[in-house]
């Protein structure tokens, strides 16, 4: 089944304490992304990746890290979590000359 | 600069009722995408549609219509007969086309929470 798979889907974790949500597709997708969902704010990009060792920043970059090593993961590392980054996250992918978006489950993580 | 305005944040109805949610879109682009998602109670994102800036053709799948115009910088969804399992949060994104000609950066619009009431 093709899909795209976030881990955890839940994470509540303490300010400092680096962490790493990972992402996974497979369906070969070159173009990967991380969102942000916030109320009131919709989603919001945070960094995307049009292809290995290819990344750049969304429009919310402050605060995170990715690497994309594997065509198929797309880690976020939040390497000095604070309580503003409390969030839903997505990961999304899609093939290069397609259009449509898969995105995860989504990753609720709190910052205490 | 790119943008997606919905500006209903809320909107309540009864069963069977048709509704329209709006999307108002900003862009310098001449080539770009309109989508809708959907997000469940469940919370997860399920693409519904998107159409490319060349395509104006209304759609129509089941119960649900989209109408792009334009000359009004709109793409407007609309459900008819609404029902309870329709509830959720409706998301209009805009994405540019990259050099490749792919989907680039969605910008999404700061969704339309529907309640479906039976």
């Known amino acids: 089944e093709a899909q795209v798979t976030q881990n955890p889907r839940y994470l509540i974790t303490v300010t400092g304490k680096k962490l790493t949500v990972t992402c996974s597709q497979n369906?070969?997708?070159?173009?990967m992304s991380w969102y942000r969902q916030d109320p009131g704010l919709g989603l919001r990009q945070i960094y995307y990746?049009?292809?290995?060792?290819?990344?750049d920043k969304g429009d919310v970059p402050e605060g995170y890290k990715v690497s994309r090593k594997e065509k198929r993961n797309f880690p976020l590392i939040l390497e000095s979590p604070s309580p503003n980054q409390t969030s839903l996250y997505f990961c999304?992918?899609?093939?290069?000359?397609?259009?449509?978006?898969?995105f995860g489950q989504g990753t609720r993580l709190t910052v205490v | 600069a790119q943008k997606v305005t919905q500006a209903q944040t809320e909107i309540s109805v009864v069963e069977k009722e048709d509704v329209t949610l709006d999307c108002v879109y900003e862009?310098?682009?001449?080539?770009?995408?309109l989508f809708w998602y959907k997000q469940p109670p469940s919370g997860e994102l399920v693409f519904l549609i998107r159409?490319?800036?060349?395509?104006?053709q209304n759609e129509i799948s089941g119960r649900y219509s989209w109408n792009f115009q334009k000359s009004t910088s709109s793409f407007n969804f609309t459900i008819t007969a609404s029902q309870v399992v329709d509830s959720a949060v409706y998301f209009c994104?805009?994405?540019?086309?990259?050099?490749?000609?792919?989907?680039?950066?969605?910008?999404f619009g700061k969704g339309t929470k529907l309640s479906v009431k039976p």
């Open positions: 994104a805009l994405s540019e086309v990259d050099y490749g000609g792919s989907q680039g950066n969605l910008i």
């Open positions: 159409r490319n800036s060349f395509d104006e």
């Open positions: 999304a992918s899609s093939l290069r000359g397609r259009l449509e978006a898969f």
């Open positions: 369906m070969n997708h070159e173009y």
């Open positions: 862009t310098r682009d001449t080539t770009y995408y």
């Open positions: 990746s049009m292809n290995v060792e290819v990344t």
